[in-house]
């Protein structure tokens, strides 16, 4: 019988996650991804969306976050 995962993100990690795909995405697609590097390329992954995520809310106030 399979083990079954699972996960119940929160939304910002849901965020990362999809923009962390996206950069697997372009990974397999030039080519760089194998069996031997997965998991290094899964990390970089979700180490570059991460930083994207934090860049994106140091320069970028929603509505919920401006003060008056």
Excluded: F, P
């Amino acid at each position: 019988m399979t083990e079954e995962t699972y996960l119940k993100l929160q939304h910002s990690e849901t965020v990362v996650a999809h923009m962390a795909s996206r950069i697997l995405s372009a990974y397999i697609v030039s080519g760089q991804l194998s069996e031997t590097n997965e998991g290094d390329l899964i990390d970089q992954a979700v180490k570059l969306a991460s930083k994207l995520a934090e860049r994106t809310d140091r320069y970028i106030d929603s509505d919920n976050e401006r003060t008056e």
